[in-house]
């Protein structure tokens, strides 16, 4: 494996697909890894595009399979990463970005070490949050308090991550983001200092 990790958690409304999506211009090559999903679609969101949408039992079955890298259960829903996709990205060198929650970070940070950089994005201050999700439209109450929940929840989690971008201005997050995933890129694995070793001696 050749290429890098680049974790990224946050609460939903922390702004984190807006600014990946507004740094994808300008961090080169990468692979935006689409997790598989027991949720129900949103509106607007298209299979294979924004999450593979699977019921429970396909969900279960993949488990026992081995085929994740990681999953959760988030709200009450089952969250996972496919294992072979990321495989082969890492093989082809590219950088694969993961918008994963706080207990994803934690085992794909086990199983793929050295060559993760997470980041952590959050809007400035609880209260922001709340009102930046008061404002979509999107969400009936129950949804918004639950999201709160984990809000406070994930929040523990922020010293187990490289880095933390505060999303008050948008401009400056994105910034900083592409600044982290232009470095995390230049991670090595194992293996590839090993090998480099191995070369720089001229064995
Ligand atoms: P949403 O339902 O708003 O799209 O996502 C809810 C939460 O699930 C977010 O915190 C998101 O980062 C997390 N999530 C999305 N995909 C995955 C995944 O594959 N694994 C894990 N562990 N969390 C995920």
């Known amino acids: 494996m050749s290429g890098a990790v680049l974790i990224v958690s946050g609460p939903s409304g922390a702004g984190k697909s807006t600014i990946i999506r507004s740094a994808s211009c300008c ?13 129900e679609p949103r509106e607007g969101e298209q299979e294979g595009v924004d999450y593979y949408f699977v019921d429970k039992g396909s969900f279960e079955k993949e488990i026992e399979a081995g085929g994740f890298l990681e999953y959760a259960l988030v709200h009450g829903n089952y969250y996972g990463t496919a294992l ?12 694969v970005i993961f918008d994963i929650d706080v207990q994803g970070h934690r085992i794909a940070r086990k199983s793929l070490g050295r060559i993760v950089t997470s980041i952590f994005i959050t809007p400035p201050t609880l209260s922001e949050l709340k009102r930046r999700l008061e404002s979509r439209a999107s969400d009936d109450k129950e949804t918004i308090r639950r999201r709160i929940e ?17 999303n008050d201005e948008l401009e400056k997050a994105v910034d900083s983001f592409v600044s982290i995933a232009k470095a995390a890129r230049m991670k090595m ?11 720089w001696r001229g064995r």
């Open 84 to 95: 072979e996709p990321v495989r082969r990205a890492l093989k082809d060198g590219k950088l």
């Open 150 to 166: 984990s809000a406070e929840r994930e929040i523990q989690d922020i010293g187990k991550y490289d880095f933390v971008i505060v």
């Open 27 to 39: 961090i080169g090559e990468f692979y935006f890894s689409i997790s598989t999903t027991t949720r």
């Open 189 to 199: 694995g194992e293996d590839e200092i090993e090998e480099f070793v191995r070369k």
